[in-house]
């Protein structure tokens, strides 16, 4: 488990006290106290507390790739260990380079300045770094044996925090911009973790992080890693540690997406997947009807008249609501089982659905023109037909992810004015598709002056500079999470409310809808929660 993929006291200026050869930056009572013997790093003192259970700054893999492209380990024990006292850096020589660390203590932090020196005539392809094993007064809340608190600062703010009871602290990355992994992974005991960082993914987390975490050092070349550990209160929360990282990171990053209704949102289904709903006249599921002929010359006025009078119903059903639009999501059918269900390519309903290619230029219009705005469901999958079965297949060049997102909206868009788009399947809940992907598609429809609001299905903290990612009230999300707003207080979300409990929530949902959020809903039948959720934007002012 990835605790902090999508996630800050003034400082007080330490003094030095050198006495024989170890040595002790002293400080206030609040303030981090640190000690050096011979070797190394001793003693992490704060509040009182011995935070240190091993000082050891230590080499735990790396990996060399030769002009073949082939990885291969190298050596992990040192040839040689120095340690400047005045300079508190330790240094460790291998027979492919060097590692470094300077400690520097000032006010609540602990500043660690790690450099990797690669000498070999090969790609040094990955490091991962010991650089203490840190000793929690008790058990952090949450945590629990073997789970892995770390984070990348692909996607959000590396600041993996811990509240001990007595007080709280986060490990942070305070680069913003290169990928790195860093954090505690997991081990038996909850008080006492190694902290590392590694320019690689680590092997036991997700795959989906390789093409991410990936920096490597050329022959010859140093690179430096930044690593800060802020101590608080028990109060203290991630956005007081780390507040200078999530400024920096909106700095970096800044937020572009512009939406200025937020009203709420009607989903509608025209299809389904199971095949108990399936015919041979009726193969992609239509109206949940197996006895619906929508293939034949003679069913098809009939299909028609029924996806018109759907439109019609719907209409009533989301102006009741004061609705902004709807979004449909199976503009193609469900022909297919799941995984594959919703197709998400608009361009293809010509030659996978051609009796809804024939109504769906009326359908658009209908809700056009009572002012309703539109949107459908896409995929970052291209649909791949084989002997043996149809399925989604997953790209891997982010350029051509963005490319293929890019092609099916600007057809919807064109074809039939949609600007909500809910993107299905962007990766893995933990580990989402590189945010930089939906910057890129934003940026180039904005380019050609169209305005759209994309919602994908997973998300981390960048995702919320470009778009209004999708979450469930059933899934217990009742609002943006307050780490992203600490780095965007703009942000909102698009929160699917069927089947959650709306009234037990009532209050979050409405200080949500203020905040910003847009709440969706069934839009196609006069469902008992739609008046639950039209009351929400009621009591938040908005009706």
């Known amino acids: 488990m990835l605790s902090s993929f999508g996630r800050n006291c003034p400082l007080v200026i330490a003094t030095l006290s050198l006495s024989g050869c170890a040595h002790t930056v002293a400080a206030q009572t609040n303030a981090v106290r640190l000690r050096f013997g011979g070797t190394g790093l001793a003693s992490i003192q704060y509040g009182g507390a011995e935070f240190l259970s091993n000082g050891d700054f230590s080499v735990q893999k790396v990996t060399l790739r030769d002009s073949a492209g082939h990885n291969a380990d190298a050596p992990t024990s040192p040839t040689n260990t120095t340690f400047d006292a005045a300079q508190h850096k330790i240094k460790r020589v291998y027979p492919w380079g060097a590692v470094s660390c300077i400690y520097a203590a000032s006010g609540n932090q602990l500043n660690l300045t790690i450099g990797v020196q690669n000498t070999s005539s090969q790609t040094l392809s990955g490091i991962w770094l010991q650089a203490m094993e840190v000793k929690f007064p008790q058990t952090p809340q949450g945590w629990a044996p073997n789970y892995i608190y770390m984070g990348t ?10 509240n001990y009871g007595t007080g709280a602290l986060v490990a942070c990355n305070t680069d913003v911009t290169r990928p790195l992994l860093s954090g505690f992974p997991g081990r038996p005991s909850t008080q006492v973790r190694p902290l ?43 956005k007081e540690l780390a507040s200078d990282i999530y400024a920096k990171y909106a700095k970096t990053y800044p937020q572009t997406l512009q939406w200025t209704d937020h009203r709420s949102v009607g989903a509608l289904f025209l299809s389904t997947s199971d095949p108990a709903h399936h015919s041979a006249k009726n193969p992609r599921g239509w109206f949940l009807d197996p006895n619906l002929d929508a293939t034949s010359p003679a069913g098809a006025a009939a299909f028609k008249q029924k996806v018109l009078d759907y439109a019609d119903n719907s209409i009533k059903v989301l102006k009741g609501m004061n609705a902004q639009g709807m979004i449909t999501w199976d503009i193609e059918g469900q022909e297919y089982p799941h995984a594959t ?203």
């Not at 795959?207 to 990936?214: A, F, R, S, T, V």
């Open 153 to 162: 600062n692909v996607g959000s703010p590396t600041v993996n925090y811990a």
């Open 196 to 238: 590392w960082v590694c320019s690689s993914n680590i092997g036991w987390l997700s795959p989906m992080l390789d093409p991410y975490i990936n920096r490597p050092i050329a022959p010859g070349s140093y690179d430096t890693y930044t690593i800060s550990i802020r101590f608080g209160s028990p109060a203290a929360h991630e």
């Open 341 to 543: 269900s919703y197709i998400g390519d608009p361009r293809l309903v010509k030659t996978l659905a051609p009796e809804m290619d024939a109504v769906a230029d009326a359908y658009f219009k209908k809700f056009k023109d009572t002012g309703l705005k539109t949107g459908l469901c896409v995929r970052p999958q291209q649909l791949l037909h084989t002997v043996e079965k149809t399925e989604q297949q997953d790209l891997t060049d982010p350029v051509a992810i963005a490319n293929l997102l890019y092609a099916k909206i600007a057809y919807a868009n064109k074809r039939w004015g949609c600007t909500m788009f809910y993107v299905d399947s962007n990766g893995d809940p933990n580990v989402p598709f590189d945010p930089a992907i939906f910057k890129s598609v934003a940026d180039k429809l904005a380019a050609n002056k169209v305005q759209v609001m994309l919602m994908p299905e997973h998300q981390s903290t960048r995702y919320y500079a470009y778009t209004a990612p999708y979450d469930e009230l059933r899934q217990n999300v009742t609002n943006t999470p307050d780490l992203v707003n600490a780095v965007y207080p703009q942000a909102f979300s698009m929160i699917y409310t069927a089947d959650g409990s709306i009234d037990a929530n009532h209050d979050k949902l409405v200080a949500a809808v203020k905040h910003g959020d847009i709440l969706l809903f069934r839009g196609w039948y006069d469902d008992p929660q739609n008046a639950q959720v039209k009351k929400i934007y009621t009591d938040a002012g908005m009706h």
